[in-house]
């Protein structure tokens, strides 16, 4: 079906298909963490507003799951950018 469109509705549709599958990941994370932290930090049955324990323990529960998800994203890199390093010959630190 993709053939039947020109090279750039093909461009276009690429381009809206990564950006919707980044969305999907970006909501799919917003999910995990939610409910890693909630069970995490609260601890009671929820009222109108959370103590001041459970804001501070999801904030930091939350700020720790985007500092270890950005390592590893970064790492990730790196070892990729090395192995196409290695691949084309050249080395890198």
Request: proline letters at 1%; glycine letters at 6%.
């Amino acid at each position: 079906m993709a053939d039947k469109f020109d090279e750039a509705t093909q461009k276009e549709l690429g381009a809206f298909l990564e950006k919707q599958q980044t969305e999907a990941r970006l909501h799919q994370s917003i999910h995990t963490f939610t409910g890693m932290c909630w069970d995490k930090c609260i601890t009671g049955t929820p009222g109108a507003r959370f103590s001041r324990s459970e804001e501070s323990c999801l904030s930091n529960c939350v700020e720790r799951f985007l500092d270890t998800s950005l390592f590893m994203v970064r790492r990730i890199e790196e070892q990729r950018h090395a192995l196409e390093a290695a691949s084309n010959g050249k080395f890198t630190e």
